[in-house]
């Protein structure tokens, strides 16, 4: 079957997930928050075989490599970077408006990915830039700190709704900020091994481990903004709305990062 | 004066400030493209602006005085605070003393007073428990009818916020001394040629090596989508007019000599050999092949005119290879100079020409474009990145729990004090306290 065909069912079914965790929201019906599950569980595996068999198709075609390499696969691999964050985190923390919003999201980057019309889906060949055994760790650590990121966006903006707007629906706006914490934490590391990695591969393939190009320089941005985060946290004690402005500003560079630097900045990194 | 500097490098709010000024003053790089020639500059902005930008040197203002300033800033600031945080983090991490303080009961971070009237078996095991699920096995201690038990896990984790400060030092310090001793550059290198001259990046002159290096063969296959799959260059270090060594360098895969590191960046078409011209005489109908270099002259066969190639072009309007021939027919006022292709089509050749030319064969002439670069910051960088992942898996992944508690007899019954520091997750761990205390005071 065609990856493509199957990562439209995985946009459909992270929607429906969303749908079912509202739901379960709205109605407080502990029946219904066991079949959001279910469905983002079943999306995430209908994922994760779309992306092998991506990745065996490239092997037919005689061009094989990791999907992670074209904008395509790496919105692919955001949304899946996502959801496994979510699951992965909601061992500790069960509430389904963090389901709500992890789904949400996955659901927007595949509908981008599918719909829009400048992304082009189809296998690609490898420039030999991109030929390194670097390839997966750096994208692997980059993604899963995107996803970090996206998700303490969302809680951000939960929490700033919740203070100002007091919309009792929301949970517990402490509950909010301790996740936003810890997801930026967690990203934070991921995010400098990211930055490590392409350094490593950036002084194999041009010589030099850091060079200002656009996009590295962009990724320290990103690094210091959520630095300073991290410091005002634990060294000054900072909480509630002031942390979540920052985290919002530290998405939209983390947005930049990804996109803005492609669309808007050139370098060497054009290829994503 | 002193104490004044020291306050301000002390303070956290100067490295929060200096990261995001940093931050948005790196913005300003990406948006102006580093390290052009200042001609580009110059015709890109008027000369008020152009002038201000050159004086704060915008145009490599990640190696400007106001840049390093601030790097050298937050080096300070990051040094200052580690060492403040020093004698802490080694009394935490030294091992404890063997003579209990009763103090910690009035000055922990957690604190708790619970009376039970339980056995004073069942009140020491449930004390066992609850330091056991929450920090690790006590060691119990008995001093004047007084008994305590007590824990402590993850001392080392303490030390992960001083490795990342000191990592971000080490990575600050490579990255200086690779800016003042290190270059990066470029060597383009035709097939055959060699080199020992590296233009610099960034419009900073060349920089000789102490050897050459021979570009011997060049090759690079294509996908069939026309885009490159994989180039290599063949190469030959020459030292002292002596073959050191040969070897292959392909993308991703640099080759390292005497501290320089060889990558290969890019190539490209340095020109044409092997030409290969047929010729027809249009009268006699004999074909033959010439193989005229660049600009000299070859007489055709069987007639007293001669033929010049003027020079080679890969794509002669669309059409494909091509090169400018010169035809010199005696008695004819002017030269023919007329455009032949593979095809053989001629292009303004004159009608009544007696010959009929075609481009039967060329073989591209390869440029290896290679980046050359040295830095001996490197292994600073490396321990430093090695250090700072280590510095944050301490950090994140374990904590610094400890636990006191206290069993004092008071009259009929026993008074049990509770105290515990944690070095993050205070609100988790005081939540699991609750729940686990509930349980001792519980008959």
Known sequence: MNDTFIISIVTFTYFLAAFVFLISIIFHKKSVDKWALIITVAGLMLETSAIIIRWIHSYQLGIGHAPLSNFYESLVFFSWSIILVYLIARKRYQNNLFGLLSTFFAFLILAYASLSGNVNCTIQPLIPALQSNWLISHVVSSFFAYACFAISFGTSILYLLKIKMKMSILPDALFLDEITYRMISIGFVLLTLGIITGAAWADRAWGRYWGWDPKETWSLITWLIYGAFLHTHLARGWRGVKMSLVSIIGFIAVIFTYLGVNYVLSGLHSYL | ?443
């Open chain 2, 1 to 443: 004066m002193i104490k004044k500097l020291h306050k301000l490098f002390s303070s956290v709010k100067l490295t929060i400030f200096l990261f995001l000024f940093l931050a948005v003053t790196s913005i300003m790089g990406t948006i102006i493209q580093q390290g052009l020639p200042m001609e580009r500059y110059k015709s890109l902005y008027s000369p008020s602006v152009f002038s201000a930008l050159k004086f704060f040197n915008i145009f490599d203002m990640y190696h400007s005085w106001w840049f390093t300033t601030l790097l050298t800033l937050l080096s300070i600031n990051i040094i200052v605070c580690t060492f403040k945080q020093v004698p802490r983090i080694i009394r935490l991490i030294s091992p404890e003393k063997k003579e209990i303080d009763d103090t910690v009961f009035k000055s922990s971070q957690i604190r708790k007073t619970l009376q039970s009237q339980k056995k004073l078996s069942d009140i020491e095991r449930q004390a066992e428990i609850l330091s056991e699920s929450l920090v690790g096995t006590p060691v119990k201690t008995v001093k004047n009818d007084t008994i305590y038990f007590l824990a402590e896990r993850g001392r080392y984790s303490r030390l992960g916020m001083i490795f990342v400060h000191i990592s971000i030092l080490l990575i600050l310090a490579g990255g200086l001394i690779g800016t003042m001793l290190g270059f990066v550059g470029q060597m383009n290198i035709v097939e055959g040629e060699r080199s020992n001259t590296v233009k610099l990046f960034g419009g900073k002159g060349t920089e000789k090596l102490g050897f050459h290096i021979r570009c011997d063969d060049f090759t690079v296959e294509f996908y069939g989508t026309g885009m490159p799959k994989e180039y290599k260059t063949d190469f030959t270090i020459i030292d002292n007019d002596k073959k050191i060594t040969s070897g292959a360098m392909k993308v991703n895969h640099p080759f390292i000599y005497k501290g320089l590191k060889f990558c290969q960046a890019t190539y490209g078409i340095a020109g044409v050999s092997d030409l290969l011209i047929g010729v027809k005489n249009n009268k006699t109908g004999v074909k033959t092949a010439l193989k005229p270099g660049i600009m000299k002259k070859v007489p055709l066969p069987d007639s007293n005119a001669s033929f010049a190639i003027a020079k080679f072009v890969t794509n002669q309007g669309g059409m494909g290879p091509a090169v400018l021939g010169v035809l010199l027919e005696p008695g004819k006022a002017q030269h023919d100079i007329f455009w032949i292709f593979q095809n053989g089509h001629n292009i303004n050749q004159q009608q009544k020409s007696a010959f009929t030319f075609t481009l039967d064969g060329f073989s591209r002439l390869y440029y290896t474009g290679i980046q050359v670069s040295k830095d001996p910051g490197v292994p600073l960088v490396w321990i430093g990145f090695c250090l700072i992942m280590i510095g944050f898996i301490l950090s994140l992944f374990f904590t610094h729990k400890r636990i006191w508690i206290r069993i004092s007899a008071s009259q009929d019954k026993y008074e049990i004090s509770i105290a515990a520091s944690v070095s993050k997750n205070r609100k988790t761990f005081e939540e699991k306290l609750e729940g686990l205390t509930g349980k001792i005071t519980v008959e």
